[in-house]
């Protein structure tokens, strides 16, 4: 069987340690008597001290004072002349006695100072051996669970000492490994909160059954705090705190590791799935934009001839021809989506004004704006932006677009533009009904509608496109609801430093 490690430090000799010291002194005297006249008496004071190593190896240092003493006692009684009695003639063997006794005593002690050296080294070895397994272990553990597992085990083979471990999934909580409940009342969840977020180790007594101590130990893992890890250990287990320390960290250490695994694989599956995504898009757009194409083209030819058509016919050309404009359109975003979440787009950055490009998309989408009157605000003193003229366009297209869509008839649609020390925002509302307060991050996902259920039509790709063209300029885009009602998408722009512009002077009339 294993010797555990946190046993209690060695206990007192019992009586029959005192007893077998004194029937060994007995033995020896015995055994030595018969050969008093072949023996001088140094060897048989030898034999004595001998007795003394030997009880002090074997039962401590106690028993090997009192074997001591006996042993000068017999020695003295039984071969030192007079035989038989303890009257001393001789003044010289009182100095024989005294060294007999230093001298045995001197070697008992260090005897069994040594062999408590050795146990206590042979002791430390298997702490460190038993570390190092359990350190193993936690290395190759695959969740918390089996973390929990090796711990516990440990704990109750090496001490006979319970415990709990409680994990930080944030500040304000913690919860038990594996999501079990634990056997842990109120207070003691307490106390383990508030070691938590003091990150100080805490003993009590008062919180465990009699003859048993409770242990709050801290899991202060590289960035923050991961748990607290509480053990009930029995009160002779001795001096453990180094122990339990020294296992809190290996505990923190291997729960750290689990956490960025778990995330760094999130991260993974999330990029691979990006990245499928991305490909599917790509190749869905290519191969459906060529029959499109041509779709719109032949309803388009029939349409443009309706005079040679029954009016029915030419109706339905005209609805094919729509629909396939309105798909072909959407085939063109997911390619341009596609384009743009693969990083294959190079901007074309050119300082421009902001109000040519605003102008240019009003222009293009005048018949989707027609009844809702548009306001334009601060514009006029908005400096120089360094921006690819195309893809902001299409910025400001889609959320127009988006605008009148969500607006009822005749609405108002307004573009504010603030000028700030480090950036550009442009915002633009409307008077519909708003985005749910509850997805205002979730909007500007791919396929992610603000209404799911609404009336009107789309993929939800036009905000994630909004989204890809302003981060790749450096921008921020962000879906709110004023307080006024409506909803507003507003996108910043860095302003950098704009070249300077020179004024240009006119010749003289006569030099024209």
């Known amino acids: 069987m294993t010797p555990r490690l946190l046993d209690k430090t060695r206990p007192h000799a019992s009586i029959w340690a005192y007893a077998g010291a004194a029937l060994a002194c007995a033995a020896t005297a015995a055994a030595a008597f018969p050969f008093q006249q072949r023996f001088d008496l140094p060897n048989i004071i030898m034999l004595f001290v001998m007795t003394v190593v030997l009880v002090a190896v074997k039962v401590g240092r106690g028993p090997a004072v009192l074997a001591a003493v006996v042993g000068v006692a017999l020695f003295d009684f039984l071969f030192v002349p007079p035989r038989f009695s303890f009257a001393v003639t001789d003044a010289q063997y009182l100095l024989t006695f005294a060294v007999m006794l230093a001298m045995s005593l001197i070697v008992g002690q260090l005897t069994a100072g040594l062999h408590a050296q050795a146990q206590e080294a042979d002791r430390r070895e298997q702490v460190v051996r038993a570390l190092y397994d359990l350190a193993r272990q936690l290395a190759g553990a695959m969740s918390v669970e089996q973390v929990d597992e090796a711990l516990r085990g440990f704990l109750e083979d090496q001490a006979g000492a319970r415990c709990w471990l409680l994990l930080a999934p944030d500040a304000e909580r913690l919860v038990p490994a594996g999501g079990c409940p634990v056997a842990l009342d109120h207070l003691d969840l307490q106390t383990a909160q508030g070691v938590s977020r003091g990150q100080r180790p805490v003993m009590s007594s008062a919180l465990d059954e009699p003859g048993r101590c409770r242990h709050f130990l801290p899991l202060n893992g590289a960035t923050r705090n991961r748990g607290v890890l509480v053990v009930s250990v029995p009160d002779d287990a001795g001096e453990i705190r180094p122990l339990l320390e020294a296992l809190a960290s290996l505990v923190s250490t291997a729960v750290e590791r689990l956490h960025f695994v778990e995330v760094a694989h999130g991260a993974q599956l999330e990029a691979m799935s990006e990245r499928l995504r991305s490909s599917i898009l790509s190749a869905l757009s290519h191969d459906v934009r060529t029959p ?70 009003l222009k293009l989408l005048g018949p989707a704006l027609a009844g809702h009157p548009i306001t334009i605000i601060g514009l006029d003193v908005l400096p120089l932006l360094e921006f690819d003229a195309v893809l902001i366009e299409r910025v400001l297209c889609n959320l ?47 396929f992610e509608r603000g209404r799911p259920e609404g009336r009107v039509g789309g993929m939800g790709l036009g905000l994630a496109i909004c989204r890809a063209i302003v981060e790749a300029h450096g921008g921020i885009i962000r879906a709110l609801n004023p307080p006024s009602g ?3 998408v507003a996108f910043t722009l860095p302003r950098g430093c704009p070249p300077a512009i020179e004024a240009e002077t006119l010749p003289p009339e006569g030099e024209l």
């Open 292 to 361: 499109l194409t041509a779709l719109y083209g032949m309803a388009d030819s029939l349409a443009m001839s309706r005079a040679s058509l029954p009016a029915e016919a030419a109706d339905t050309a005209l609805a094919i021809r729509d629909q396939a404009l309105r798909v072909s359109d959407m085939v063109g975003k997911l390619l341009d989506l596609a384009r743009l979440r693969s990083g294959r787009v190079s901007l074309r950055r050119e300082w421009q004004p902001v109000e040519e490009v605003v102008g240019a998309s």
């Open 486 to 488: 409506g909803a507003c």
């Open 400 to 446: 127009f677009e988006n605008a009148a869509k969500y607006s009822p008839p005749g609405a108002p649609i307004a573009l504010e533009a603030v000028a700030r020390p480090a950036e550009v925002e442009l915002r633009v509302c409307n008077a519909g009904e708003g985005f749910p307060p509850d997805r205002l991050d979730r909007v500007f996902d791919a």
